[in-house]
């Protein structure tokens, strides 16, 4: 799969404040002491593209519906800050949110099939956010040239069709234009290109980028792959068990991660089988991560730790603060010595 190449930002460095600033952030089970993310400081620049990466249940998913006010039944927000353009969005009325939605802030799920209404046509979904921007025939000829914009091909037979009538491929692209009808600054990618196979991912993560670039739109883009990390995003940030570990440039963390749980998650990405011939896999499981209240959350399965016992009363004992490394780059552990980390094989 050929990726579209993320180019830095040229020109003077952008001072403006972050167009999307998370602080303290923690969501927790609605009736039980416990937090599926905790602490979590976030920020998104204008145009730029962030990734948030980890496991599977690591809480990168939650954390996108936090951001969005759309948590389901049984999770609540019980601490923080979401601010979107300087505007608080924690606490906001449902009916001020609904304003936010689509126009500030949009999102872009996995499994589109899953998420369209199969009982509505793809022009009356796609044409939610333009409600008040027109006439009925001006708005279809507006979802007509969304459609056409991603790459659909006859798209007013499309915009009449129903989801079951569209390929994953195609209900993607409607879920896209569905998107970026209302114009937002900031997209939230959730795993976008997951259900699709690999030359349709390819085409996905390209029209994403034109828009990107076309719109000077920002993305935060919650992935696993590290293949679409590296060659899509400006910044990474790496969650563990509902707390950023690592976050920095991506050339810099790819290159040169720190945190031993990004370190492992860049050696399993690549699949180069081991001496034994068994591909790379991080020992133990993170199920369990979020019942550790003291130290570090990812210290059971930790390979730095295992072999230096004169980290383990640290690393079991205090949970280490994320630190600054320059840069931008900061990282949550207790080995923090080049020796220790080096660069990644």
């Known amino acids: 799969m050929t ?14 404040a972050p167009l999307l600033e998370v602080r303290n952030l923690k969501v927790g089970i609605t009736g039980r002491n416990k937090e599926v993310v905790r602490g979590l400081d976030l920020t998104v620049g204008h145009g730029e593209v962030v990734a948030l990466v980890g496991e599977s249940g690591s809480g990168k998913s939650v954390t996108a519906l936090a951001l969005s006010q759309l948590l389901p039944p049984g999770l609540e927000i019980t601490e923080g800050s979401v601010r979107m353009g300087g505007r608080e969005l924690v606490g906001t009325s449902e009916k001020d949110l ?6 500030d802030l949009s999102m872009l799920f996995q499994q589109p099939q899953t998420m369209l209404d199969p009982t ?15 006439s009925g025939r001006a ?7 969304l459609l056409r914009g991603v790459g659909i091909p006859d798209p007013e037979a499309r915009a009449r069709a129903f989801s079951h009538e569209l390929s994953g491929g195609m209900a993607q692209r409607v879920m896209m234009a569905a998107a970026m009808a209302g114009e937002p600054r900031l997209l939230i990618a959730d795993e976008p290109t997951t259900a699709l196979d690999v030359t349709v991912q390819a085409q996905i993560l390209r ?11 920002s993305i935060l883009l919650i992935t696993h792959d590290l293949s679409i990390v590296s060659a899509f995003s400006d910044r990474v940030c790496v969650m563990y068990a509902g707390r950023i570990v690592e976050e920095g440039p991506t050339p810099q963390i790819m290159k040169h991660p720190a945190h031993p ?54 690393c079991c004992a205090t949970e ?3 630190e600054s ?6 990282t949550r552990c207790h080995a923090t010595d080049a020796q220790t980390h080096g660069d990644a094989a």
């Open 120 to 134: 509505s046509r793809v022009h009356v979904q796609v044409a939610e956010p333009l409600a008040s921007k027109g």
């Open 139 to 145: 708005t279809f000829a507006r979802v007509v040239d």
């Open 325 to 330: 490394k320059g840069q931008g780059w900061r």
């Open 98 to 103: 609904t304003g936010i939605r689509g126009r």
């Open 320 to 322: 280490p603060a994320l």
């Open 3 to 16: 990726l579209p190449t993320s180019v830095p930002t040229q020109g003077a460095k952008d001072t403006r």
């Open 207 to 217: 029209l994403l980028r034109d828009e990107q670039r076309k719109r000077d739109l």
């Open 261 to 314: 749980y990004t370190r492992a998650l860049i050696r399993c990405s690549l699949l180069e089988p081991e001496a034994n011939g068994a591909l790379p896999s991080i020992p133990g499981s993170s199920s369990r991560a979020l019942s550790i209240l003291e130290g570090c959350r990812f210290a059971p399965r930790c390979h730095v730790m295992a072999a230096a016992p004169d980290l383990e009363s640290a």
